[in-house]
């Protein structure tokens, strides 16, 4: 049998998220995808070996969503076939670090407004976090809330965005998508 291995890294503060209390996050993950997972808490680095390629690619992609802010009741939600996670690269849209922060601001919007509504209108999950605005959903829904994500990251007034959403999402639900 063939045995299969990424190396990742994580930020070192979310070391103690993927571990969990008691060891119990990664002892899930691992039970769930009869996959092995080595932690260097000091390094952030994150090895993982398993002898199924899919269950190791969906554990990648969970250690990427843990690292990159989700709670690890949602990063599980990727072990269902029709979730992905995708990731937006802040450093792409904000060429200084004062931009970086109001871009993080338009996408989070006041007292967590903009991105509730975002979550809401696509069936989504989005976490801000650093340099990333990473994001968790059914395939189909992803592909609307990215745009949603990128119109305000390219300066898209918020309403624009949600009526935008709206219409769409009417769209979706009368062809049986939603």
């Known amino acids: 049998m063939t045995e299969y291995s ?3 890294k994580i930020p070192k503060e979310r070391v103690a998220v993927l571990i969990g209390k008691s060891g119990e996050t990664k002892k899930q993950l691992e039970t769930e995808t009869k996959t092995k997972i080595k932690v260097d808490s000091d390094e952030g680095d994150v090895f993982v070996s398993g ?19 989700f709670n690890p009741e949602l990063a599980f939600l990727l072990l269902q076939q029709d979730y992905v996670f995708e ?7 904000a060429p200084t670090k004062k931009h970086f922060l109001r871009l993080k601001g338009r996408v989070i919007g006041s007292e967590g407004k903009s ?3 975002i979550e809401e209108l696509t069936e989504t999950y989005l976490s801000v976090y650093g340099k990333t605005i ?4 059914q395939a189909e829904n992803i592909g609307l809330a990215r745009k949603a994500v990128e119109g305000l990251l390219e300066g898209s007034p918020h309403s ?10 009417k769209e979706m639900k009368r062809s ?3």
């Open 51 to 69: 002898e199924d390629a899919i269950s190791l690619f969906s554990v990648r992609e969970i250690i990427k969503a843990i690292g990159r802010g």
């Open 115 to 117: 991105r509730r509504i």
């Open 134 to 137: 990473s994001l968790i959903g």
């Open 176 to 178: 049986g998508l939603m």
């Open 160 to 169: 624009n965005i949600y009526k935008w959403l709206e219409g769409r999402r």
């Open 6 to 8: 990424y190396e990742l």
């Open 87 to 93: 990731v937006i690269d802040l450093r792409d849209y």
